[in-house]
């Protein structure tokens, strides 16, 4: 598996700089220091410690005494003219006090208050690889309350732009490059950033990409993988130090290398950026984290599977009697357990999780996707609320703001910051592209038409906006149109072949309730696609070289959210497979609507189709 480096050097920020990549001035301006990172880190612990000490103390020794330490850290950070980051701890005053492993007890599941004092923690003492992946992780979990979010969001922001510094930015542009290219940038920064856990990445990356085995395993060269180990001892030291989580899945094998391959694609997000996870998800991300050794992880997540289910049940407790030793020793950890167990855990809240959108009857949300995109529309919210935005995150952040809250069914906001992104915008089509999409989800055919009249303006050949105006020739029930526009999207050379190959299905389906036979081209598109991928198969079982059972089976692979999706595909394909009735078609593009995957085509497609 290969990393992406847009998760760990600079998060979501870069989706919206990925044209400044190249330039250096911009990324200059908008850079962040770790001093800059520690002192914001440093506030949201003080804090949140005084949000601790509201708590019961008598009610609550473990959140109590964790209190207590956390004073006495503040005292002692603060004793200097300038804070001593240097004087904390987290090893100590986290991973292996009972005293925070028992107010994580005490503390109803829903509140997500000291995972993000953690991430915060590590912040302030300079772990700011570290720091992320905790507060990465806690968003996962169900949404949290906006007040709790906003600290979380504000942080990430500042860690994303502390990744705009070197060597992150130098590491981001060679990215690009072959591996034996690589070699000189990245060993370069190795040497000038030893503490670098992104520099480390990259060269055991870069490495595994030169010998063509993965970082991650799954079923690769074990021996190749073991040399590339030994003669990286120091990145291998270095992600131990700084991003602990990372070092264990990387120097797994065996059982546990299978256990930690899962891991890794788990906690990367796809194409949308999703990585919120199921319950089933949780569990499952529970045993592989133990499986390679990653015990505290282990336990965080069995915390959010907690937190998604609402409440603890016997299982939670056993998972916790297991691994808690590990971390405390086996007395405390007995200890603990039994109180827990006897039901002497108060459940007290500070802040807690809120109920992720699920749509209406008419527009079924997957509550994963609907919590994806209010994370989103959130996170541009709360970035423009700030105040704090440059005016490249201001243009993204609206942009971001507008596609989230069209999916989300917001349309006023949504209008909202469209009016105030196009002034700004440096790209015209995508202004035009989403006020189509929002002309369309309201049902206004004039907007519509006259926005897509725009698109098309902007971008004859549809190179890059097929997907958009064919889908609003669907959402008008426009089939030959559509068509028309997909085929577009397929001919284009220049797309991604994966791309190419959804625009040959969308097309053939279109073309199908337009009366126009696009086999052909759904039959080459194979040619175009890998052999073995996903969209081959889907375009197997459109063309019936696929049994409708064996098709459903391929898709439920995966985690809840990609399982979810795949259904949604699957069921669009069949519902155009050869010998197809209406019947047939319109129960299979029921079941593609009723997944909820907004912000599919398919599922836009089987939702007009019904609708019309």
């Given amino acids: 598996m290969k ?48 949000s601790l000490e509201r708590i019961d103390s ?28 240097e004087a904390i701890d987290a090893e100590t005053l986290i991973r292996k006090n009972p005293n925070f492993w028992r107010a994580m007890l005490e503390l109803n599941p829903t509140d997500p208050t000291l995972m993000v ?77 030893p503490e670098s856990a992104a520099a480390a990445l990259a060269v055991l990356q870069m490495r595994c990409d030169l010998a063509g085995v993965d970082l991650t395993p799954a079923s690769t060269d074990q021996r190749m993988r073991d040399k590339i180990l030994a003669a990286e001892p120091g990145a291998v030291e270095t992600l131990q130090k700084f991003k602990p989580l990372w070092a264990a ?49 282990a336990l965080r997540a069995s915390r959010l599977q907690m937190a998604q289910r609402g409440g603890h049940n016997s299982s939670d407790i056993q998972v916790w009697r297991l691994m808690l030793p590990d971390l405390i020793g086996e007395e405390a950890a007995q200890a603990m357990i039994s109180d827990w167990e006897n039901g002497q855990m108060s459940g007290a809240k500070i802040y807690t999780t809120v109920a992720e959108p699920t749509g209406t009857v008419d527009h079924p949300m997957n509550s994963l996707v609907g919590g994806h995109y209010e994370r989103r529309r959130r996170d541009a919210a709360l970035m423009l609320e700030s105040g704090l935005a440059t005016d490249i995150e201001k243009t993204s952040a609206l942009l971001f703001l507008a596609e989230s809250a069209i999916h989300l069914g917001k349309y006023d906001e949504a209008e909202r910051a469209l009016s105030e992104y196009a002034p700004i915008a440096t790209d015209p089509r995508s202004v035009a592209q989403q006020q189509l999409q ?38 008008a029930g426009n089939w030959k149109a559509a068509s028309d526009a997909f085929i577009r999207g397929y001919k284009n050379d220049l797309a991604d072949p994966m791309r190419r190959g959804f625009a040959a299905l969308h097309a053939y389906g279109a073309g199908q309730l337009a009366g126009d036979d696009r086999s052909d081209d759904l039959r080459d598109a194979l040619d175009v696609v890998e052999e073995d991928s996903w969209i081959s198969k889907l375009l197997q079982g459109a063309l019936g070289d696929m049994d409708r059972e064996q098709l459903l089976a391929t898709a439920d692979e995966g985690r809840d959210y990609i399982i979810t999706g795949q259904r ?30 907004v912000g599919y085509i398919e599922y836009e497609f089987a939702r007009q189709w019904l609708k019309h």
Avoid at 62 to 74: F, T
Avoid at 569 to 593: H, N, S, W
């Fill in 568 to 597: 949604c595909e699957a069921y669009f394909a069949l519902a155009f497979a050869p010998g197809q009735t209406i019947a047939g078609r319109r129960a299979d593009l029921t079941a593609c609507r009723d997944t909820g995957m």
């Fill in 249 to 297: 899945l990387i120097t797994a094998n065996g059982e546990a290398g299978d256990a930690a391959r899962r891991v890794a694609e788990m906690l990367t997000p796809d194409g949308t950026g999703v990585i919120n996870f199921s319950e089933e998800d949780f569990e499952k991300l529970v045993a592989d984290l133990n499986r390679v050794g990653a015990t505290d992880w």
């Fill in 117 to 193: 004092l953690e991430g915060m923690i590590l912040g302030a003492a300079g772990h700011v690889e570290n720091a992320s992946d905790i507060l990465e992780l806690s968003r996962a979990g169900p949404l949290l309350e906006k007040e709790i979010d906003q600290k979380l969001v504000m942080q990430r922001r500042t860690i994303a732009m502390y990744g705009l510094n070197s060597p992150g930015i130098e590491l981001l542009r060679a990215e690009g490059l072959a591996a034996d290219q690589r070699w000189e940038p990245v060993k370069r920064m190795e040497q000038r950033y």
């Fill in 58 to 85: 008598a009610a609550n020794p473990g959140i109590a005494a964790l209190v207590g330490e956390l004073q006495s850290l503040i005292n002692q950070v603060e004793a200097t003219p300038t804070p001593d980051y």
């Fill in 3 to 50: 990393i992406n480096w847009r998760q760990f050097l600079a998060g979501g920020l870069l989706v919206g700089l990925a044209g400044c990549a190249s330039l250096s001035n911009p990324l200059d301006d908008l850079a962040a220091t770790k001093l800059d990172v520690q002192d914001q880190a440093w506030g949201e612990v003080k804090d949140l410690t005084a």
């Fill in 438 to 475: 929002l002309a369309m989800v309201r049902g206004d055919k004039v907007g519509a038409a006259m926005a897509l009249k725009e698109v098309r303006k902007r971008d004859r050949r549809l190179a890059y906006s097929n997907f958009i105006a064919g889908n609003a020739e669907i959402m």
